[in-house]
């Protein structure tokens, strides 16, 4: 209830414009209700110049797409801890690349994807099958440095 509220209560328009070129749509997955580490990436992709809207939590396939649709945002950046990232987030990165108008948007996912016994880089390959760009773990570093390489539109 409290993770449904916190997507519908998601911002429409970016929350605050930094020096850096991209702006980033940050969504949680459909089933996690983890918040903290959306704030998280936020805070760090704003401190680093990006201008960042972020969904929240438990946010629906229909709900990323469109929004995903109407921001055409430089780079979509999906976090899941609670371990069904890789169901969940395949399901969202099909459901991206289906659409048309969300088709050639650049989408990475991270966090902890799977549970302990499956690192995230034995469900990437999966997860590049639905459309993702890039799978990370979760080195924060390394979206950053990602971020560098992503041209602004
Ligand atoms: C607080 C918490 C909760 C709270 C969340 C409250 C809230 N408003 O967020 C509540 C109680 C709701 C909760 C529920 C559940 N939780 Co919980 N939760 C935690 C806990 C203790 C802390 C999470 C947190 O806030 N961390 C702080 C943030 C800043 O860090 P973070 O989430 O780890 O994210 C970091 C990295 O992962 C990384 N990262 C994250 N996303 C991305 C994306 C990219 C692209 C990159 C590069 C990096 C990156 O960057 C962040 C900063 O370093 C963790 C255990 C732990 N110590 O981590 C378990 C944990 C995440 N929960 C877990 C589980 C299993 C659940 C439940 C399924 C439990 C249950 N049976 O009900 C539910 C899931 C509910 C749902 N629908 O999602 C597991 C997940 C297991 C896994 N993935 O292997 C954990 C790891 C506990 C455990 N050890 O088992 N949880």
């Known amino acids: 209830m409290l993770a449904t509220a916190v997507a519908a209560a998601a911002p429409e328009v970016p929350v605050r414009s930094g020096r850096g070129h991209l ?23 704003e401190e680093a110049g990006h201008t960042v809207v972020n969904l929240g939590a438990c946010v629906p396939d229909d709900l990323l797409v469109d929004r ?3 921001l055409r945002p430089d780079l979509l950046v999906m976090s899941s801890v609670n371990g069904h990232g890789r169901r ?20 990475v996912v991270g966090g902890k994807l799977g549970i302990a016994d ?20 979760e080195q924060v570093s390394e979206l950053l440095e990602y971020t560098a390489s992503v041209p602004a539109r």
């Not at 702006?23 to 805070?43: C, E, K, M, P, R």
């Not at 395949?90 to 969300?102: D, F, K, M, S, Y």
């Not at 880089?121 to 773990?137: H, Q, T, W, Y």
Request: hydrophobic share 40%; aromatic share 6%; glycine share 8%.
């Open 68 to 70: 995903c649709r109407d």
């Open 88 to 107: 969940d987030a395949a399901q969202a990165g099909r459901r991206l690349r289906q659409c048309p108008q969300t088709a050639g948007v650049p989408a």
């Open 118 to 137: 499956r690192p995230n880089s034995r469900l990437a390959p999966e997860l590049l099958a639905a459309g993702f760009d890039r799978v990370f773990g």
């Open 23 to 45: 702006t980033v749509l940050l969504s949680g997955t459909s089933s996690d209700a983890h918040t903290w580490n959306l704030v998280y990436l936020q805070l760090l992709l």
